[in-house]
């Protein structure tokens, strides 16, 4: 138990200080409240320029954001989540659980095999049809002749 403690203390102090979900400057530097102006600029660059720093970082489009994986969560969090269900099922349900995602991965490796049956059967089918649609079409024909 107070191994588990001592974990779960050390991997709160090892991601605790993370800031995952709020980007940080690029550049390491800090800016004043205003950016500073040149004399020779006009119109819209002195515009821009002159604008408060909060305005010149804010974002301009929402497409810029990275996207997360799964339900919004991030790599990070997932692994986060899945060292912590490892931790709560413990090592004799893990190994049950691998034992059924293996019987599960070979059932899924024969899909493609059946899909490609499906698709021949179905192509001789269609071939069939086709052959009888163009007979009863000739005998038709043969017969307003």
């Not at 991997?11 to 390491?28: D, K, Q, Y």
């Not at 179905?122 to 049809?129: I, N």
Request: charged fraction near 20%; avoid cysteine; charge should be neutral.
């Amino acid at each position: 138990m107070k191994s588990f403690a001592a974990t779960i203390v050390s991997l709160a102090a090892l991601f605790g200080n993370t800031s995952a979900f709020a980007p940080g400057n690029a550049f390491g530097a800090q800016r004043s409240a205003v950016a500073p102006t040149s004399p020779f600029t006009q119109g819209q660059s002195y515009i821009a320029s002159n604008q408060p720093i909060a305005i010149q970082k804010q974002r301009s489009s929402v497409a810029s954001v990275q996207t997360m994986g799964l339900f919004g969560l991030g790599a990070p969090e997932i692994a986060i989540i899945l060292i912590a269900g490892a931790f709560l099922l413990g090592p004799q349900k893990l190994a049950e659980l691998g034992k059924e995602a293996g019987k599960m991965a070979g059932e899924l490796k024969e899909v493609p095999k059946e899909f490609q049956e499906g698709l021949a059967e179905g192509e001789k089918m269609a071939q069939a049809t086709k052959k009888e649609i163009a007979e009863s079409s000739s005998a038709t024909t043969a017969e307003k002749e």
